[in-house]
């Protein structure tokens, strides 16, 4: 891999921006419940509107990335985030609670794995992929730092200090690191600044219409929907478990692990010659059997560390599975703006999950969201299939 010093600083610069920006909303979901007296789906509703914001910039995003600013929208998005940290830890009302995260929202848009990866693809083109595997491999352990350090935090102090140590941490080692390695990027760049004319010329509604880009979309969305049902309500869906207090942070804990297991089984699968379209369908088989273990789980910890393995290695594959198949599939030359499109299902499925799965639990219980899960994730593996015959076709054709 080229340039090896500049990835690891973008690899360390996600797993803190995951864990300050993301994962710190399911580590301290129960703590806000507690503390701020809202209920389930109001906090749910605020995070809700931060995907939904990032969601709907996505598309945007994407194509100042083709146009030759990436470096400016991670660097500038992840102050953006920080600030928004800063809000959200003086939040008095739910009002500011909720504006805190729209901030967040609008951060994430640009300077998570959708805007980091697309900016990647855009300054290595076809040579991405090995950089894409090695921030994701480092980048997984992001819940790992976040779920302990958010709730130690929140055990010595109070909840709010969490927040303001993640923002600290953004703000003074986060970004330092992103200006670094993305300077040394943009000298190296293989198609930074494309012509404007291809630019202007282009239209992203062409490949909207594509079937494997609609079947691809459905399936990405499937996965968003499952996967954030199931992380960001995880801690409730322990405690309604009467799971103890250590063996929930035992739990999460493993997720970020789980990630990097998940990323290295799909190493070692490419290197026997197993092409990245066939492995993708792990994800999908993995995240279904985890979905039976947590069902059939109640208190018992072995299924749990087993839902929690497999769990965590469908999600590490599927952040790797992502930006690479789109690639393949749908083509380079404009990855920026087809990603960020792409990422409206994925990051919007990701939006809805929260107070989706607050709404189920409120009209039955956690059981009930988990079989409604299997069967979202039984229809975007059809739909993943069907984007990879789609694919084949056109290869024969």
Known sequence: MDRPTNILFLAIAQTLLWAGLYYIFPALFA?????LGYS????????????????????????LIDRGYGRSILVGSSILGAIGLIALSFSSGFLIFFVSWSVIGIALSGCLYEPCFAYVTKVRGTKAKDA???ITLIAGFAGTVSFPVSNIFADLINWQASARIFAGVIFFVVVPILLISTKS?????VNLKPLSNKIDNYKLRNDLIRPEFISLFFSFLALALAHGMVITHIIPLLIERNIPNAIQLFITALIGPSQVVGRIIMIIL?????SINIISTLTFILKI?????????NNNIYLLILFVIFQGSGAGMTSIARPVVTANIMGYERFGSVSGAMAVGYIGGSALSPIIGAQIWEW?????????????????FVSYIIAL???HNNKIN
Do not use: C
């Open 270 to 274: 490419q290197k026997q010659k197993f």
């Open 31 to 35: 703590r806000w419940e507690i503390s």
């Open 289 to 297: 059997v985890a979905t039976i273990f947590l069902i059939y789980a």
């Open 364 to 380: 039955n219980s956690y059981d009930s969201m988990l079989r409604i899960i299997s069967v979202i994730l039984l229809m975007g």
């Open 40 to 63: 389930k789906t109001a906090i749910a509703s605020a995070f809700t509107s931060a995907i939904i914001i990032s969601s709907i910039l996505a598309p945007f995003v994407g194509n």
């Open 389 to 391: 015959k789609i694919n």
């Open 185 to 189: 990027e943009n000298k190296h760049s």
């Open 132 to 134: 894409i595997i090695f």
